[in-house]
C-alpha cells in the first residue's frame, strides 16, 4: 500500500514544486500596483489589470511579441523542412559515407552553443546579418537534434511502402510529399512544438544579434526591463505574457503529441 502511494505523492510533489513559480508569477502580475509582492499578491481580491496596461504602454512589447513570433515561426517551418528531408536521407536512402556523414552531424550535439557563438557572430555580421530577421533565424536552421528525432522515426517505417511506391514510378519529390510527410505528421508536431518553444524562450543568440531596441524579442526586452524604472509586477505582468503563446502551442498540439507516443516502435 505505501508503494503504491509512494509514487502519487511524489508526483504531486514535483508538480507543486513545478507549478509554483507561474502561479507566483501570475499572482505579482496581477497585484496592485507599486511593487507589491508576497504576501500581499495572495489578495486576489485586489487584482487588477493595471500591470498589464502599464507594461504594453511602457515598452515596446507588441514589437517585441511580433520579433519572437516570426523567428518562431520561421524557425519552425524550416527546421521542419530541412530536418524531415535530411531525416529521410539518413533513413531510408543508401549513398556512400551516409553512417560517416550522420554520426559526424550528431556529435555536433556535443558542442555548447557557447563555443560557436563568436564565430556565428563573425559569420553573420560580415555578411550584414546584424539586426536582421535573416541573421536572427539562419544560424538555427542547422538543428542537428532535429534531424536525429527525424531520422530515428523515419527508420521504423516500412521498406515496402517506399518500394511499392518506386515501382509505380512514383518521383522522390512525390514519395516525399504523398507518403513521407503524411506518415510523420506526429513527429512533425511533436518536433514543432518544441522548435517553437526553443526558439520563443531563445535569449543568448537574439540578444547578441538584435542589437536595436526595434529588433529584440521578448525575452530579451523583458530582461532589459529589469535594469529599467520598471515595477516588479509591470515585469511579471510581461513575463506572464510571454507564457500565453506557448500554452497555446502546447495546447493546440497536445493530441499530436500523444499520437506520437503511441506509435512510436511500430515497425509496420
Known amino acids: 500500500m505505501g508503494?503504491?502511494?509512494?509514487?502519487?505523492?511524489?508526483?504531486i510533489l514535483v508538480a507543486f514544486v513545478t507549478v509554483t513559480p507561474f502561479?507566483?508569477?501570475v499572482l505579482v502580475a496581477f497585484a496592485p500596483p507599486g511593487g507589491q509582492t508576497l504576501p500581499g499578491?495572495?489578495?486576489?481580491?485586489?487584482?487588477t489589470w493595471q500591470n498589464f496596461s502599464?507594461?504594453?504602454?511602457?515598452?515596446?512589447?507588441t514589437r517585441w511579441a511580433l520579433n519572437s513570433l516570426i523567428y518562431s515561426l520561421v524557425s519552425v517551418v524550416l527546421i521542419l523542412l530541412f530536418s524531415s528531408m535530411a531525416g529521410y536521407a539518413f533513413?531510408?536512402?543508401r549513398f556512400p559515407g551516409r553512417e560517416v556523414l550522420f554520426w559526424a552531424f550528431l556529435a555536433t550535439l556535443m558542442v555548447p552553443f557557447q563555443a560557436t557563438l563568436i564565430p556565428y557572430y563573425i559569420l553573420v555580421s560580415k555578411m550584414g546579418g546584424v539586426d536582421t530577421y535573416w541573421?536572427?533565424?539562419?544560424?538555427?536552421?542547422?538543428?542537428?537534434q532535429a534531424v536525429f528525432l527525424m531520422r530515428q522515426f523515419m527508420y521504423q517505417l516500412p521498406d515496402e511502402l517506399f518500394e511499392a511506391a518506386k515501382i509505380d514510378g512514383a518521383s522522390e519529390w512525390r514519395i516525399y510529399t504523398t507518403i513521407v510527410i503524411p506518415l510523420i505528421r506526429p513527429i512533425l508536431a511533436t518536433l514543432g512544438v518544441f522548435v517553437f518553444l526553443w526558439h520563443w524562450n531563445d535569449f543568448l543568440w537574439p540578444l547578441v544579434i538584435g542589437q536595436s531596441t526595434q529588433m529584440r524579442t521578448l525575452t530579451v526586452g523583458l530582461a532589459t526591463l529589469a535594469g529599467e524604472d520598471v515595477t516588479i509586477n509591470q515585469i511579471m505582468a510581461g513575463a506572464t505574457i510571454t507564457v500565453v503563446p506557448c500554452l497555446l502551442?502546447?495546447?493546440l498540439l497536445q493530441r499530436y503529441l500523444t499520437?506520437?507516443?503511441?506509435?512510436s516502435g511500430l515497425k509496420s
Open 3 to 11: 508503494g503504491r502511494l509512494r509514487l502519487p505523492v511524489l508526483l
Open 23 to 25: 502561479a507566483v508569477m
Open 41 to 47: 499578491a495572495f489578495d486576489i481580491t485586489r487584482a
Open 54 to 61: 502599464d507594461v504594453l504602454a511602457g515598452a515596446d512589447i
Open 91 to 93: 533513413a531510408k536512402k
Open 135 to 144: 541573421g536572427l533565424i539562419v544560424p538555427t536552421l542547422a538543428n542537428s
Open 249 to 251: 502551442v502546447f495546447g
Open 259 to 263: 499520437d506520437s507516443i503511441a506509435t
